[in-house]
């Protein structure tokens, strides 16, 4: 294997089966992807919450999809970090859970990865604009 080769390996996961006529990897940026897609989904969620370099990105209209997003794969197992801004007068734990049984499912059942845990941090409440 070339140190590329290493390198990529690090960034990807390989999902095998018996019956396979070659391999598939999934990158560890499609997972993080998917943890946002499925997070934002859910009643509640205003948006993903990101760094100040992400911010500024998503503010000049370039979309980060897997901002607020890490995730820690090891094997076929997965461990998801999650920064959100919820949307005021919503239950922050009801949301919370909602969004992790969401994410975990959508990894779950797109990758074949086992999720270990969905870890939540509250970054912000988006107040209601009134018009």
Do not use: F
Request: no cysteine; charged share 30%.
């Amino acid at each position: 294997m070339t140190e590329m080769d290493n390198k990529k390996e690090k960034n990807a996961y390989k999902a095998y089966g018996k019956d396979m006529v070659g391999e598939v990897k999934i990158a560890d940026e499609v997972v993080a992807i998917i943890a946002a897609l499925a997070a934002t989904e859910v009643d509640g969620v205003d948006s993903m919450a990101g760094n100040i370099t992400n911010e500024l990105v998503g503010k000049l209209g370039m979309k980060n999809l897997s901002k607020g997003v890490k995730v820690d794969i090891t094997e076929e197992r997965v461990s998801v970090d999650l920064s959100l801004n919820i949307k005021y007068d919503y239950n922050i734990p009801e949301v919370g859970g909602k969004v992790q049984e969401k994410v975990k499912s959508a990894i779950e059942n797109m990758t074949g990865l086992t999720v270990l845990d969905v870890n939540i941090r509250i970054a912000g409440v988006k107040m209601v604009e009134e018009k």
